[in-house]
């Protein structure tokens, strides 16, 4: 089976949409963009379909889904926010926020049997309205488990081609990693998962800590390796990113290995340039470890500071490969 394809325009799209909700409400697999990463969706509230979404990307049961809206009434039909929640929901949404929350409605193969549920309003017109003309929609980021997350159409193809039903196509992602994940049933509030919108932000109008430096990961999504390429991947953080990584290239180049080089403002055979800031890293991120996964052995990333946007691109390059100071 071939997944059908549906090319739509990212800011206009257009009745196409009711296709690949038909699908949704078939109980189908569409693969949509998000201003986060490409989602793998299902009905949320089809247990037999979000049963499909575990068994097609691979991902163990015991790591629950995140439930994306298009209106925040459709929040209280499904679960129960508080206040803290509730003004989260107001300064944040749409955008890339994860908030858990207790549940209410949600299947327990949605939530992996925990009494609370994630729930997020993308901030993509195609999203939205995919989600406006079928249902809530359960979705993890549309890649194999333990795979880079994808930021394409092509990404989405790559991984799972004969395996779901559609794929809307509407260009590259804008912010390229995935939301951040809050857990408003504690307070002061936790971040399970750094993402787009940073702590910060948040501290704003609320206290809000890392989960791991409080203890125990409450994510169940945060103990598993993720975003893996196949090629050895090695993180150097410090200043003279691109001296010390071309000299590490040589040193292995020498032993007949294929090396690329990921860096901000970089140039150069093998080098894949991230773009000039903490945006254009994080946009581009999935995107260098999958296009040098395929030519290369061993990848060197340029690491960054962990503070904003940094300390979401450090959590997923922490799970990817290996981290040394320069
Ligand atoms: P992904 O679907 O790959 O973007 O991952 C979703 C993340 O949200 C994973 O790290 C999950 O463990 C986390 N998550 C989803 N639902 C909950 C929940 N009810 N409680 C805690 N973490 C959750
Ligand atoms: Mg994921």
């Given at each position: 089976?071939?997944?059908?394809?549906?090319?739509?325009?990212?800011?206009?799209?257009?009745?196409?949409?009711?296709?690949?909700?038909?699908?949704?409400?078939?109980?189908?697999?569409?693969?949509f963009?998000?201003?986060?990463?490409?989602?793998?969706?299902?009905?949320?509230?089809?247990?037999?379909?979000?049963?499909?979404?575990?068994?097609?990307?691979?991902?163990?049961?015991?790591?629950?889904?995140?439930?994306?809206?298009?209106?925040?009434?459709q929040?209280?039909?499904?679960?129960?926010?508080?206040?803290?929640?509730?003004?989260?929901?107001?300064?944040?949404?749409?955008?890339?926020?994860?908030?858990?929350?207790k549940?209410?409605?949600?299947?327990?193969?949605?939530?992996?049997?925990?009494?609370?549920?994630?729930?997020?309003?993308?901030?993509?017109?195609?999203?939205?309205?995919?989600?406006?003309?079928?249902?809530?929609?359960?979705?993890?980021?549309?890649?194999?488990?333990?795979?880079?997350?994808?930021?394409?159409?092509?990404?989405?193809?790559?991984?799972?081609?004969?395996?779901?039903?559609?794929?809307?196509?509407?260009?590259?992602?804008?912010?390229?990693?995935?939301?951040?994940?809050?857990?408003?049933?504690?307070?002061?509030?936790?971040?399970?998962?750094?993402?787009?919108?940073?702590?910060?932000?948040?501290?704003?109008?609320?206290?809000?800590?890392?989960?791991?430096?409080?203890?125990?990961?409450?994510?169940?999504?945060?103990?598993?390796?993720?975003?893996?390429?196949?090629?050895?991947?090695?993180?150097?953080?410090?200043?003279?990113?691109?001296?010390?990584?071309?000299?590490?290239?040589?040193?292995?180049?020498?032993?007949?290995?294929?090396?690329?080089?990921?860096?901000?403002g970089?140039?150069?055979?093998?080098?894949?340039?991230?773009?000039?800031?903490?945006?254009?890293?994080?946009?581009?991120l999935?995107?260098?470890?999958?296009?040098?996964?395929?030519?290369?052995?061993?990848?060197?990333?340029?690491g960054?500071?962990?503070?904003?946007?940094?300390?979401?691109?450090?959590?997923?390059?922490?799970?990817?490969?290996?981290?040394?100071?320069?």
């Open positions: 089976m071939k997944p059908r394809i549906i090319k739509t325009n990212a800011e206009k799209p257009g009745e196409e949409i009711l296709e690949a909700a038909e699908y949704i409400k078939q109980g189908k697999l569409v693969a963009p998000t201003e986060t990463v490409y989602g793998l969706g299902a009905d949320a509230l089809n247990e037999k379909a979000v049963r499909r979404i575990f068994e097609v990307k691979g991902r163990p049961a015991d790591n629950p889904l995140i439930v994306h809206v298009s209106r925040i009434e929040i209280y039909e499904i679960a129960e926010p508080n206040d803290v929640a509730e003004e989260l929901i107001e300064k944040f949404f749409p955008g890339p926020l994860t908030l858990v929350m549940n209410k409605k949600v299947p327990k193969i949605v939530t992996a049997g925990l009494e609370t549920v994630a729930i997020r309003m993308p901030n993509h017109k195609v999203a939205l309205k995919l989600i406006d003309y079928s249902s809530p929609i359960a979705a993890p980021s549309a890649n194999k488990s333990g795979k880079p997350s994808p930021t394409k159409a092509e990404h989405v193809l790559e991984d799972f081609n004969g395996e779901i039903e559609c794929i809307i196509d509407a260009g590259e992602t804008i912010i390229g990693l995935e939301s951040t994940v809050v857990d408003t049933t504690v307070y002061p509030l936790e971040i399970l998962r750094p993402g787009g919108v940073t702590k910060e932000e948040i501290e704003r109008y609320f206290e809000v800590r890392f989960a791991e430096e409080v203890g125990t990961p409450k994510s169940p999504g945060m103990k598993y390796r993720h975003y893996a390429p196949k090629a050895e991947l090695i993180v150097l953080v410090g200043d003279g990113f691109f001296e010390k990584a071309l000299e590490v290239a040589k040193n292995f180049e020498k032993r007949g290995k294929r090396v690329g080089i990921a860096g901000l970089i140039k150069g055979e093998n080098c894949f340039n991230l773009g000039d800031s903490l945006q254009d890293f994080a946009k581009n999935f995107k260098a470890l999958r296009e040098l996964d395929k030519k290369c052995d061993l990848i060197i990333m340029q960054v500071e962990e503070k904003g946007l940094g300390k979401a691109i450090m959590n997923r390059l922490k799970k990817a490969g290996k981290i040394y100071r320069i």
